[in-house]
């Protein structure tokens, strides 16, 4: 256990360091600034600091809360969100890697099946886990503050995940030769190395299904796709959804300053001409005087044509769905053109291909379908709910949010945290209710993403019992 409690305590400092990334990346992607330029100063009197004061956690608790040059208070979110980010991935390196199957309370059966082949052979995947947390901590505290998600927080973990999950494939058939799966759970390379599970990256990934082939062609044909409507897009041959909204905003705005200064003016004149004081209220104007303004986050909610909107974002995602669906039909006439023809599997009762794909094409075809599934569901959702409710639904943020979600850990778990999101942002709202006695007009729904995504992962197990239950199919946990 030493090698592995040392690893852990170098897994969680590089945890701390990315949460101290995570900390400039929520300090200046709302405000346009660079992540690397500038270097690192104090925002009051503007000294770069030293890597004595960049120390993570520990450099805020030796300032003692106050900057070195000018004494003034230095947030304690710093040293907290540091912390949280630490705590996560350390947590899941300790419970994925370091905790024993047969550890009391049963944290051992947190472990999913790729994990048991042992940090030293998955680590791969487990940087893309990182890498996954600390953009998924970012984007929940950003949204949060602004109902935006900086797109450069999606994009960085899908590539991620492409590079390591593809690249972890490519490195096990290269040092052991092709691999074909033997039996429920069990995988053999050329070389007669046996896997209890598989070997590259999430199992969700790499799973074997009938018409793998097929599945190749639609993540491959799916991805074409996206390429040829931002091509469209660039080009203004199809046109960007709420493209006018910034220009309605500020009439809109204009309209209500207006009407707010009217009232005014006409409460002032009552007051002027009554011998009898008016009620406080008439006098103050309405509860929210500053609903409406630019830093009013429901303004959106307000635009008029959510639904005319939702038909060019359907012109731009007939491009992917079409070609998704002429590349698994193009992926079965390739593989019968120039390998033979499919044969009859009685067991499955479908057809087998003359040749197997190879482990990492089929890698990549997991983590393109993962990054199209995981936004498409999303998409989807958003499209039906503004079309029925004539308001923007959901943003296009938490699309992008899910689709780095299933490109790093499968489309299958991405869903089922979609879906479990719902029942988080519940729980916020009755405990907001409970506690503050008020419901909020708009709220993020990136942090609820974000967290069902955590618990959806670190919980797989129970999520997979629970739905189980669900079905009238009852599972033992281990």
């Known amino acids: 256990m030493t090698p592995l409690l ?86 899941v ?9 047969d550890a009391v309370l049963g944290l051992g059966t947190l472990r999913p099946e790729w994990a048991e082949n042992g940090a030293s052979q998955t680590w791969p995947a487990f940087v893309v886990m990182a890498i996954l947390l ?41 040092a052991h030769g092709a691999i074909e799966q033997t039996g429920t759970g ?34 491959i044909g799916g991805t074409l796709g996206l390429g040829v409507s931002l091509v469209l897009l660039r080009t203004g041959l199809i046109t960007r959804s709420f493209g006018d909204y910034e220009a309605w905003e500020r009439a809109e705005l204009e309209r209500m300053e207006a009407e707010q200064a009217g009232t005014e003016s006409v409460a002032a004149d009552a007051l002027e001409t009554s011998t009898t004081p008016p009620p406080l209220t008439e006098i103050a104007g309405p509860s929210e005087p500053d609903a409406g303004l630019p830093d009013d986050p429901a303004m959106w909610i307000r635009y008029p044509h959510a639904r005319r909107e939702m038909i060019k974002e359907l012109a731009f995602l007939a491009a992917p769905v079409g070609l998704a669906f002429a590349g698994s039909h193009a992926a079965v006439w390739l593989v019968t053109r120039f390998a033979g023809a499919w044969t009859f599997n009685p067991t499955t009762g479908g057809q087998d291909p003359p040749v197997d794909a190879p482990l990492w094409l089929t890698v990549l ?18 499209i039906g709910g503004s079309l029925l409710f004539g308001k923007e639904a959901m943003g296009l943020g938490d699309v992008h949010l899910m689709a780095a979600v299933g490109a790093c850990v499968g489309w299958v778990d991405a869903t089922l945290a979609f879906f479990a ?20 007009r708009a709220m993020p729904y ?24 669900l079905a009238g199919n009852p599972v033992s946990l281990p």
């Not at 405000?31 to 009197?45: A, K, L, N, Q, T």
């Not at 046996?194 to 097929?214: F, I």
């Open 93 to 101: 390196f300790a419970l994925w890697f370091v905790v024993p199957a």
């Open 421 to 440: 999101a719902a029942f988080v942002g519940l729980g916020y709202v009755l405990a907001g209710g409970i506690v503050l006695r008020r419901m909020p």
């Open 365 to 382: 075809a997991g983590v393109l379908l993962g990054y199209l599934i995981g936004g498409g569901v999303v998409w989807a959702v958003r």
């Open 134 to 174: 600390g953009s998924l901590t970012a984007m929940t505290i950003i949204d949060a503050r602004t109902f935006t998600i900086p797109l450069i927080l999606t994009w960085v973990p899908a590539v991620v995940a492409v590079v390591f999950h593809t690249g972890h494939a490519v490195w096990q058939e290269a």
């Open 446 to 469: 990136g942090p609820f993403l974000a967290i069902a995504t955590v618990l959806v992962v670190v919980g797989k197990v129970g999520v997979e019992a629970l739905l189980g239950w």
């Open 186 to 219: 069990f995988w053999t390379f050329a070389d007669g190395k046996v896997w209890e599970s598989a070997p590259s990256g999430l199992w969700t990934l790499v799973t074997p299904m009938p018409g793998g082939w097929r599945m190749i062609g639609a993540a």
């Open 6 to 91: 040392m690893t852990l305590v170098f897994v969680t400092a590089a945890g701390a360091c990315v949460g101290s990334l995570v900390n400039v990346l929520v300090y200046r992607l709302p405000r346009g600034e660079g992540v690397v330029f500038p270097s690192s100063r104090c925002p009051w009197c503007g000294k770069v600091l030293t890597w004595r004061e960049n120390i993570p956690i520990f450099g805020w608790l030796f300032l003692r809360g106050r900057c070195r040059f000018c004494t003034a208070p230095i947030s304690p979110e710093y040293p907290i969100v540091e912390t949280v980010v630490a705590g996560l991935i350390g947590g």
